[in-house]
């Protein structure tokens, strides 16, 4: 897998070692993370948050990220455990995982998850919203967002090139507009089917579960 990415990535000039490979444990079981931690994978991803905390409890060497939808009322189970979630996809949610971070006193550190392809079925904050939440997340003590989140349509990889893309054109505009230093490093998108793709237009994680673990 770390061979396929270093590929892509040299094909756009870049180092493979700048793109993070999480490997999605969605309906993955114990001994199979337990051989992706003896073959050297590091971070992990799950969606759900039951899964997610019997699994964080069972493997704290590991490096969880959270990419599942998040509801509010979920927040308390999350925070502080994982080192990155992946899917604020609001103001609103990013309130209160600010609030809960400040009650255990931890900076947790967040992405922006963008609806790039405007499907009525995915989550995700409009792109005209993004700077909103970024100047209210310049206000907040308890979280740091670290960049952006999308989901590409299922289908052919390179009819998703241009989702990619847009996120990526998105983050470089926010960047270059005036802030409270707010730094968007990393761009979580790609998946199974088309994580080439996403490495070529700028991908900084992939989420990866098939390529890794087989049906």
């Known amino acids: 897998m770390r061979r396929q990415v270093e ?3 040299d094909c756009a000039g870049r180092k493979g070692g700048d793109v ?3 490997a999605v444990t969605k309906h993955v079981g ?21 899964e997610f905390l019997g699994k964080w409890g069972l493997f704290p060497e590991a490096r ?12 308390k189970d999350v925070v502080g455990k994982a080192c990155l979630i992946h899917s604020i996809d609001s103001v609103r949610l990013l309130e209160f995982v600010d609030r809960k971070a400040a009650e255990i006193g931890v900076l947790q550190q967040v992405l922006l ?5 405007h499907e009525a079925s ?3 904050m409009h792109p005209d919203d993004v ?4 100047l209210a997340a310049e206000r907040m003590d308890h979280v740091q967002v670290r960049g952006l989140m999308t989901m590409a349509p299922l289908g052919r990889a390179e009819d998703s090139r241009w989702v990619f893309h847009d996120l990526r054109e998105l983050r470089d505009s926010l960047c270059a507009m005036p802030s409270n230093g707010v ?5 979580s998108m790609g998946m199974t089917n088309d994580y080439r793709v996403a490495v070529e237009e700028g991908s900084t994680i992939v989420r990866i579960g098939r390529a890794i673990f087989g049906k």
């Open 20 to 22: 993070t490979i999480v």
């Open 30 to 50: 114990i001994p199979e993370i337990r051989n992706a931690l003896a073959a050297g994978i590091r971070d992990f991803g799950e969606n759900r948050v039951q």
């Open 183 to 187: 730094e968007l490093d990393e761009l």
């Open 113 to 117: 998850q963008v609806n790039i392809s």
């Open 122 to 124: 995915k989550h995700g």
């Open 131 to 134: 700077r909103e939440a970024l």
């Open 7 to 9: 590929d892509a990535a």
């Open 64 to 75: 969880w990220h959270f990419i599942g939808t998040l509801q509010s009322n979920k927040v």
